[in-house]
């Protein structure tokens, strides 16, 4: 007789990465998926062997992670993409993120929050006011439209999703854990909590959160997918869908309308150009020799990524620090460079980024011009630490006022297209409220709007906030072919570790695996409902040097080493990079980060 599925996690297996792991890159000639969840992966697999190209594959992860890991990320949230098309070897950027109501006025929602005159005040992470429009659903739609093979329909690309729904699947190990770490939150945040719970006669209510191995299923997420496949976009943002999800959120006192999502309808997601910064690689013999880092620019927050790397460009160039080499990786001289670039970056980010098209000035081109950042540069010591005027929104802190949870995946194909993919709820399941018979909840990425009426990031009518999701691509100063597809989800921490898990590439000769597995650091708490994401306390995690991080005290850093589950404030990271082998074939090598569920998976 078959023991049951509770053997394999008896007893539970509650102390995150016990013994080391190691893991191998991955190769392949035909593509590769890398992503935090397994079951998902297998839904871009599948549609790659059927034919699609890196863009379907990535819209079928992305609804495979809603179903698999539904604790981070889903159609309930928003969406950004990187794609390179190797025909031509151009970057485009598809900017997925959904708005504020039109009634979302600064003065509605203060009045809704019983916020005191003379408070400012903020919008919790728990609050139906924490809603907008999910973007994703249109983000998918328009991917494929966009970037897709034309060989594959909607209802091809989200059959595989479809089929783990309908049929159920087995809960994987960190899912577990985040899911029942949630559980309350869910049964608290709206009368449909069931949806998003395993049925269990002896648990209250008859439901609960699944374990690690368990089967569940997800008929309600199934359907809507089936609609957004067989209707489209206007079968999420119109109809039953759209009125169920009016519906919670106005029960429970919130401000969203039919008509938002309409406009969302309408408006679609948004491409835009993206940004870039070019980092000589120092060790080079020429002024080729090196990486151009490709982001989003606000209202997302891959900026923060490419100041602090062109900071960390100019200090090498000045001879302020060393053109730092393999065996500085992860030294105390090293991190405090990093972590001092990422804060004087931070300052400036959490004032600027924003929507630009409803707060119009953002000066995106100014904050990662030379000169700017040879400026910001002097505010770097290499033998201290600076933290006393670098205060978020402190003009003080930012000249340049003068003038003017998620998953991350990536996906790449036979024919050397690449997408660098981020959707999210922000953070964990969202708000946790469900839309009736739907299966997903709502993001709470309206946390993220300032109440204060002076900040560009205010909260305003149809306007996007801040935004912590960025995916990242990478490509070469030499020819501008492909060099990498990468990201690292976790709120505040990814542009961090988009600028940990580059240059240790870069500079350190790391390959993507060994990029990813490296103890990482974190300047302030990652995530607003665990803390002061501008705090200066330097997290760093279990396994780095003792060495550096007495150094860091030694420099003045507020140093908090941080150990088990809580090592998920360093986020979970994959690339996909691409070479080609002497005989002109391309290769894909990829690595996947050891602190998720998942792998790098070949086609």
Not at 221 to 226: D, Q, S
Not at 289 to 303: A, C, R, Y
Not at 458 to 463: E, H, M, Q, Y
């Amino acid at each position: 007789m078959p023991l049951p599925t509770s053997s394999v996690y008896q007893p539970p297996s509650a102390e995150f990465m016990k013994w080391p792991s190691r893991r191998s890159v991955v190769h392949s000639t035909k593509g590769i998926v890398a992503c935090t969840q397994p079951l998902a992966a297998k839904c871009g697999i599948d549609i790659l062997n059927a034919g699609g190209n890196a863009a379907d594959a990535a819209v079928a992860v992305a609804a495979g992670m809603n179903m698999t890991e539904p604790c981070s990320t889903g159609i309930g949230g928003d969406m950004f993409c990187l794609y390179y098309d190797a025909s031509t070897g151009k970057v485009s950027a598809l900017n997925g993120s959904g708005r504020a109501g039109g009634k979302c006025t600064l003065e509605n929602v203060r009045k809704s929050l019983e916020i005191p005159e003379g408070t400012v005040g903020k919008i919790p992470m728990s609050s139906v006011h924490a809603v907008t429009v999910p973007g994703a659903a249109a983000g998918w739609v328009d991917t494929v439209e966009r970037f897709g093979s034309g060989k594959l329909t909607m209802e091809q690309i989200l059959a595989p999703a479809i089929e783990l729904g309908e049929k159920g699947f087995p809960v994987s190990e960190m899912t577990a854990y985040f899911w029942g770490r949630q559980e309350k939150g869910i049964r608290e945040a709206s009368p449909n909590f069931a949806e998003m719970l395993k049925a269990d006669s002896s648990a209250p209510d008859g439901v609960r959160a699944p374990k690690a191995g368990e089967i569940i299923k997800l008929p309600n997420l199934a359907k809507t997918f089936r609609t957004l496949a067989t209707e489209g976009k206007k079968g999420f943002y119109s109809g039953r869908i759209a009125e169920e999800l009016v519906k919670v959120v106005n029960d429970l006192g919130g401000h969203l309308e039919l008509a938002d999502l309409q406009h969302h309808l309408e408006t679609g997601s948004e491409r835009v150009e993206p940004i870039s910064l070019k980092f000589p690689n120092p060790h080079g013999t020429s002024e080729t020799d090196g990486v151009e880092l490709w982001e989003h620019p606000p209202n997302g927050q891959g900026i923060v990524a490419l100041m602090a790397l062109g900071i960390l460009k100019h200090l090498i160039k000045q001879g302020t620090i060393p053109a730092f080499e393999p065996s500085d990786h992860n030294t105390a001289p090293y991190l405090h460079a990093i972590v001092e670039a990422l804060r004087i970056s931070f300052a400036d980010a959490s004032w600027f980024v924003t929507d630009p098209n409803v707060a119009p000035g953002v000066p995106t081109s100014q904050l990662i011009s030379p000169p700017y950042l040879a400026e910001r540069a002097t505010l770097f010591s290499p033998s201290s630490a600076n933290t006393s005027i670098l205060q978020p929104g402190d003009p003080y802190a930012s000249p340049a006022l003068t003038s003017s949870d998620t998953v991350y995946f990536a996906c790449s194909d036979s024919q050397g297209n690449a997408i660098s993919f981020i959707n999210s709820n922000f953070g964990g399941f969202g708000t946790c409220i469900i839309p009736a018979g739907c299966g997903f909840t709502l993001q709470n990425r309206g946390a993220n709007f300032s109440l204060d009426a002076k900040h560009p990031n205010v909260l305003a009518p149809r306007k996007r906030p801040y935004h912590t999701i960025i995916p990242g691509l990478v490509t070469s100063l030499q020819d501008s072919s492909l060099h990498s597809v990468f990201g690292v989800m976790g709120g505040f921490m990814q542009p961090q570790g988009h600028v940990q898990t580059l240059l240790g590439q870069v500079l350190c000769g790391l390959n993507p695996q060994q990029a990813l597995d490296a103890p990482r650091v974190c300047i302030g708490a990652g995530m607003p409902d665990e803390g002061d994401v501008y705090d200066a306390t330097v997290y760093v995690e279990e396994g780095m040097p003792e060495e550096t991080v007495e150094g860091l005290r030694k420099l003045g850093h507020k140093v908090e080493v941080v150990k088990g589950m809580g090592r998920a404030l360093f986020g979970r990271g994959q690339i996909i990079r691409w070479t080609k082998d002497i005989d002109g074939t391309g290769v894909w090598s990829a690595g996947s980060d050891m602190r998720g569920d998942g792998a790098a998976y070949p086609a």
